[in-house]
């Protein structure tokens, strides 16, 4: 044990919120935030860069959590240039911010930004759980901004059978549930919590009890644990969409999604893709991911089953080792 | 052996709590294994220990004949029913105050809404309504929760395979907690994903919902009593900001001239200035362009 003491561990692991790689604010909007990362090995010849976009339901310092837990980390270290998109922490005043906001004018400027300051007209895309529904939305709508597409532990088929979540949604009239307000992140907590009760309350809990409890230990559990209780709330207009649109009526998958009045066709998307997939993936079940492939008519689609869970993909020591690897590669020979 | 666990977890929970009992050098707790830990854990481990006190009646039944053992995994398998049964549902943890507000006026629920106060009466008539609603949702998950743990318990009774007498470890104390929770999340998953399950969820949401939206009518009438700046007024500013900002957002494109025609410049000073003309009040700054509104 340090000389700090084991009882330091928890204080110490609250710096796990601001991210342990070093980067710098390239751009911002309203509470978005467009992060650049330093790079830390020489750039690999011929990357267009690689625009990360998080989901909205949790902050994205889990994509670089420490310093052995980091999927940025892995991706720098492959010599990529990375950016990633903050999107803050909606409040009262983002009531009525809609998907088309989130797509077609934050992400989209981000885009923008990016493409201005390289000088090039396309860049790569990585879509994380819901920010890899927003990537393939943005894909779909602009395919010549983005020259390749990642997607991580996404869904596309809202309805399948083993999507809890989504039967538990299927016959809630969300329009009342949200009001004209925002859906606080505590709710959507004990709702995730649900999907596990006795896993998430009580055996991890007893799981860090029972080992011996070193600071390296503690400290990696309070990240975590700080992260997954670290929950905006979510602008309610949005929520709403993402709700109905997809999880109720399954839009995306039937392809019947329309974003700021213009349709989102991925029948026809015309680049090439790498689907990442979490087998034990209790959020975003295998099979709502893996529906991507029949829904892209494209030739140049790639599968990558990882045996790991929604959130062993960002931190477990095989997510480190291999999800990093295989994208660099993956976009090496493209 | 067992105590090894304990060891172990007073270890651990002296570190969140130092001046805690079970910290070093600190007196411990007489009929309770030192070590209480902070706060935080206390509970886990106060479960814990019960589940150690159980466990141990299991392996001694376990020792005195098959009639025996039968009868202590049954008790057993009780205990861990009755251990989770009062567990707060998470799901539940948001509706708690409104269940049972609202219900203690259900008898006025069936009467006529007449008079200058028939909107509050009828307000009242609906928010009891749901109020009933949440309550019986409720009741529901927590019969399906029972009917899980239940089914849990027997499913653990069936794969239970007790240690030899005497040999309650740290491990085997872990294994038959593993154990457990398998077969409890088994058991739940599938009441979870059934009808019944699914339309007691969405009727508690639902039921919240009209319920909130009732007391939220109630107050912004009285808000506007008291002429207090309601939701509703500051929705309604918030969306006509938006749609200003949209129409900024494309009316450079739309209309390029008046927005952007540049302001005259200001004539130039003069270098040297006559005493009198420095002790007039100095012209106002001049307002930075607006930026193109990004929301």
Not at chain 1, 108 to 118: P, S, W
Request: glycine share 8%; hydrophobic share 45%; charged share 20%.
């Amino acid at each position: 044990m340090s000389a700090a003491g084991p009882s330091a561990a928890p204080a110490a692991a609250s710096h796990g919120a601001a991210g342990y790689s070093q980067k710098e604010l390239v751009w911002q909007s309203g509470k978005l935030r467009l992060y650049r990362y330093r790079p830390i090995a020489r750039d690999a010849a011929g990357h267009a860069p690689l625009l990360i976009v998080y989901a909205l339901v949790n902050r994205p310092y889990m994509m670089d959590l420490q310093e052995d837990r980091s999927l940025i980390r892995g991706l720098l270290a492959a010599g990529l240039d990375v950016y990633l998109i903050d999107w803050g922490y909606p409040d009262g005043a983002d009531r009525f911010t809609t998907l088309a906001d989130y797509i077609e004018d934050y992400l989209a400027g981000c885009v923008q930004r990016i493409l201005q300051t390289h000088r090039l007209d396309a860049l790569n895309l990585l879509g994380v759980c819901q920010g890899g529904v927003f990537s393939l939305c943005y894909a779909a709508l602009h395919p010549r901004q983005v020259r390749n597409l990642i997607t991580m532990v996404t869904p596309v088929d809202f309805q399948t059978p083993a999507d809890l979540l989504s039967k538990w949604v299927g016959k809630i009239d969300v329009a009342a549930w949200v009001g004209d307000g925002n859906v606080s992140g505590e709710t959507l907590n004990h709702l995730f919590l649900s999907l596990m009760p006795f896993r998430l309350t009580q055996q991890k809990y007893v799981e860090l009890l029972a080992g011996f409890p070193d600071r390296a230990r503690i400290e990696n559990f309070m990240r975590v644990e700080q992260w997954i209780f670290d929950s905006p709330d979510q602008a309610g207009a949005a929520f709403r969409e993402f709700v109905q649109w997809f999880y109720q009526e399954n839009r995306l998958m039937q392809g019947r999604l329309e974003i700021a009045g213009r349709k989102v066709e991925l029948r026809d998307l015309p680049l090439p893709l790498l689907n990442l997939i979490g087998k034990r993936d209790h959020l975003v079940p295998p099979a709502a991911s893996a529906a991507l492939r029949g829904l892209v008519g494209n030739a140049d689609y790639t599968a990558l089953d990882f045996d790991l869970g929604h959130i062993g993909m960002y931190i477990s020591a095989r997510a480190q080792r291999d999800v990093p690897a295989a994208i660099a590669a993956w976009l090496a020979t493209r | 052996m067992a105590d090894d666990l304990w060891r172990q977890w007073q270890a651990f929970a002296a570190l969140w709590a130092p001046g805690a009992p079970g910290a070093p050098g600190a007196p411990g707790v007489p009929g309770r294994p030192a070590g209480g830990g902070g706060p935080g854990f206390a509970p886990f481990i106060d479960a814990t220990e019960r589940f150690k006190a159980a466990a141990q009646k299991l392996l001694d039944g376990a020792a005195g004949g098959s009639a025996s053992a039968a009868q202590a995994a049954q008790n057993f398998s009780d205990f861990l029913r009755d251990e989770f049964a009062d567990a707060r549902l998470p799901w539940n943890a948001g509706f708690a105050p409104a269940a049972g507000a609202g219900v203690q006026d259900s008898a006025a629920s069936g009467w006529p809404a007449l008079g200058p106060m028939r909107e509050h009466q009828q307000r009242w008539q609906r928010m009891s309504d749901a109020a009933r609603r949440i309550d019986d949702a409720q009741r529901r998950l927590q019969r399906l929760w029972s009917d899980a743990l239940r089914q849990a318990a027997a499913d653990f009774a069936t794969r239970l395979q007790p240690p030899p007498a005497g040999a309650v470890d740290a491990a085997a104390l872990r294994k038959l907690y593993d154990t457990w929770i398998d077969c409890a999340e088994d058991a739940y998953a599938r009441i979870a994903h059934g009808e019944a399950f699914c339309n007691a969820q969405a009727e508690l949401v639902n039921a919240g919902s009209q319920w909130r939206q009732e007391l939220q009518a109630g107050i912004e009438h009285w808000a506007k009593l008291l002429d207090l700046p309601t939701r509703s007024e500051i929705n309604t500013l918030a969306q006509r900001l938006r749609s200003i900002e949209q129409q900024l957002r494309v009316a450079p494109a739309a209309a390029p001239g008046p927005t952007l025609t540049p302001k005259p410049k200001p004539k130039p000073k003069p270098k040297f200035k006559p005493r009198a003309a420095s002790r007039q009040p100095s012209p106002a700054p001049r307002r930075k362009a607006r930026r193109k509104a990004k929301r």
